[in-house]
């Protein structure tokens, strides 16, 4: 399997999106459809402060406001009113754990609450969950929130439902909203579906760089908890609901404020022959450049080091992924041992060929790995079926093992890509 290849590039996205965090959005085209309601959201926040008595400290665009009830009003916007129920931010302005915990439980549908655990904004990460049960089945609902460099790359990812050559989902859709991009998702907890533990999420970027993630499923743990009911409890259209409130934003303000300066990277001791790393959309272009001629490309995608494409030979669609490394010097006895082939420049090269690692039916997998003797590690695979997860489709890859060592092994990978 290439080094780390994006298993679901998708369900690990949250935990990648939240500290950078996951990919590709055109600026221009965001503020597009946002720019006309960015005065508007301003002028709202602050009719809103002076309803409930002009909170100070908590400030979204520089503005303060207040915890949003439960209660929606006829554009489908929680309503806020001065009532004593109301949780309030501490005296610096911070809003506590339990505060963010009773939030989400007043958005959800009628029902009992318990396990509940979170984090208030003064952590700079902010989050709530709890078992919910409906009467149905309890399960697992939670709310994670952060910021991400809004028109970035992990906008991008956040809000851009996956392929399916690498994801194996029921639904997923991306829409535009008031407050931004939404992405809808309805899929598992274990890409390969060894268990039948449903995961469904809202994932929202607004044009502020605000990223809420409201996460459910059908079990009361993510993982190794049996099922309690059929589907998770919340619909499509109850996670937008969630996910598309205020309070949230106010929140991840908040946050943003104790979240740590930014530091630039301390390069002193940077060596001055370290390969610079891939970036962007290059290693995918790359590798689709490199397929033989006829070879037509159904599909692609990756981010930074990884990419992958879906081939067609005429035979059959056939998966091939590519990881590009700048530097694995330190792990390089790992990973090419004694009987590895050494080239005439000092290039290592092994090659594997064995089962699939996703549960695909009859799937196999072909794999040149190489790695140059400034460290930079390039491998390459290819699969007998256009995802790794579904049933074979073909004998064998689409590449053979002297094509995909002829891409492994290419000049391309050593100099600028994308050009």
Not at 198 to 217: C, I, Q, R
Request: charged share 25%.
């Amino acid at each position: 399997m290439p080094s780390e290849p994006q298993e679901d590039l998708f369900a690990h996205r949250l935990g990648n999106a939240l500290t950078e965090a996951g990919d590709h959005f055109e600026t221009d085209r965001h503020a597009l459809v946002v720019a006309g309601e960015a005065r508007g959201r301003r002028l709202r926040y602050r009719r809103r402060a002076a309803l409930v008595g002009g909170v100070a400290g908590i400030a979204l665009v520089g503005v303060g406001s207040a915890l949003l009830l439960p209660a929606d009003d006829a554009d489908g916007r929680a309503s806020v009113a001065a009532d004593s129920s109301t949780p309030s931010p501490s005296a610096d302005g911070q809003l506590p754990g339990d505060t963010v915990v009773r939030a989400l439980e007043e958005m959800l549908p009628k029902g009992t609450y318990s396990r509940q655990q979170g984090a208030g904004t003064s952590t700079g990460s902010p989050y709530a969950s709890l078992v919910y049960d409906d009467g149905k089945g309890g399960a697992l609902v939670s709310v994670s929130l952060g910021k991400v460099e809004a028109g970035g790359e992990a906008a991008e990812q956040l809000t851009t439902c996956p392929d399916k050559a690498l994801v194996a989902y029921d639904a997923c859709t991306t829409s535009k909203v008031p407050d931004g991009t939404l992405m809808i998702y309805q899929g598992y907890e274990y890409p390969d579906r060894r268990v039948e533990t449903k995961h469904w999420y809202a994932s929202l970027v607004t044009p502020y760089g605000h990223h809420v993630m409201v996460n459910e499923w059908n079990a009361e743990a993510e993982k190794d908890a049996p099922l309690t009911r059929d589907q998770p409890p919340l619909s499509p259209g109850q996670l937008k609901s969630i996910a598309t409130k205020d309070f949230w934003m106010i929140a991840i303000d908040a946050a943003a404020r104790n979240a740590p300066a930014d530091k630039s990277p301390d390069t002193s001791d940077a060596s001055t022959d370290r390969p610079a790393a891939p970036t962007g959309t290059d290693v995918q272009k790359t590798l689709a450049a490199l397929l033989p001629k006829d070879t037509e490309v159904v599909s692609q995608g990756g981010e930074g080091e990884y990419g992958y494409v879906v081939a067609d030979d005429g035979s059959g669609r056939s998966l091939v992924e590519i990881n590009v490394q700048p530097d694995m010097r330190d792990v390089a006895d790992q990973l090419f041992g004694a009987d590895a082939e050494v080239l005439g420049d000092g290039t290592k090269v092994a090659v594997r060929q064995g089962p699939g690692e996703k549960g695909g039916e009859g799937v196999v997998m072909w794999t040149v790995d190489t790695i140059r003797t400034d460290g930079r590690r390039v491998v390459v695979s290819a699969f007998n079926s256009g995802a790794q997860h579904t049933a074979a489709t073909r004998d064998t890859p689409a590449l053979t093992i002297a094509e995909l060592r002829e891409i492994a092994l290419s000049p391309q990978w050593v100099q600028p890509m994308g050009r």
